[in-house]
């Protein structure tokens, strides 16, 4: 099992920064893949970014160039860094881990709340 906790969300101007954390129960070398997704009122939850345990990273065409994932793997914590944000970004944020087991299985945070608005 692993266990999330987020943190960092907020209420933000537009073209602000805000950097959003993921603690993990265990190192994150033992969990195939984390990633960062986000669910904004009346709409699906869709993918952000991902990492693999290797550092291989993955992103959303509408956050590419703004947004950067990041670990730090002595903290097992996952970060994602997000810069020019636009109101459209506005959504609970929610870390996933996928971990393979005999079968695949995904873990979710509690999810933080992300504002973007003037």
């Known amino acids: 099992q692993v266990q999330l906790v987020e943190s960092g969300g907020g209420l933000v101007q537009p073209g602000g920064s805000l950097r959003l954390s993921c603690a993990a129960s265990r190192s994150i070398f033992s969990i195939n893949a984390m990633g960062w997704y986000r669910q904004a009122p009346g709409k699906q939850r869709e993918l952000v970014a991902t990492?693999?345990?290797?550092?291989?990273?993955n992103y959303q065409d509408s956050v590419k160039g703004r947004f950067t994932i990041s670990r730090d793997v002595a903290k097992n914590t996952v970060y994602l860094q997000m810069n020019s944000l636009k109101p459209e970004d506005t959504a609970v944020y929610y870390c996933n881990a996928r971990v393979f087991s005999n079968y695949a299985r995904d873990y979710w945070g509690q999810g933080t709340q992300v504002t973007v608005s003037s």
């Open positions: 990492i693999s345990s290797g550092g291989s990273t």
